[in-house]
């Protein structure tokens, strides 16, 4: 069992910057791939970014790759999301997710979430 509590979340300004934490319970952290979503408002949960627990390889959607960065530290069982260049349409909350598989983008691959964590931008 996995448990996920997600912070860093906020109101921002539009081009501004937040990082978002994801701090994991239990020993086996470092076997888990992470994984972040995105909720907004009327729409389906999507896919933000994994990073892979045998290499660190990382995976982003496309209409992201350059403003965000994900990234873990598996001593301190947390996982992150630096984000920059904020747009008004980055607007959701936030969760972050744990897969046993060596690689998740979809959110059936996942095992556990957090309860998520919302992000404004302001324009």
């Known amino acids: 069992q996995v448990q996920l509590v997600e912070s860093g979340g906020g109101l921002v300004q539009a081009g501004g910057s937040l990082r978002l934490s994801c701090a994991a319970s239990?020993?086996?952290?470092?076997?888990?791939?992470m994984g972040w979503f995105r909720q907004a408002p009327g729409k389906e949960r999507e896919f933000v970014a994994t990073?892979?627990?045998?290499?660190?390889?990382?995976y982003y959607a496309d209409s992201l790759k350059g403003r965000f960065t994900i990234s873990r530290d598996n001593a301190k069982n947390t996982v992150y999301l630096q984000m920059g260049s904020l747009k008004p349409e980055d607007t959701a909350v936030y969760y972050c997710?744990?897969?046993?598989?060596?690689?998740?983008?979809?959110?059936?691959?996942?095992?556990?979430w957090g309860q998520g964590t919302q992000v404004t931008v302001s324009s």
């Open positions: 239990g020993r086996t952290f470092s076997r888990y791939s």
């Open positions: 990073i892979s627990w045998r290499d660190d390889s990382t």
């Open positions: 997710a744990a897969s046993i598989g060596v690689f998740a983008n979809v959110n059936y691959e996942y095992d556990y």
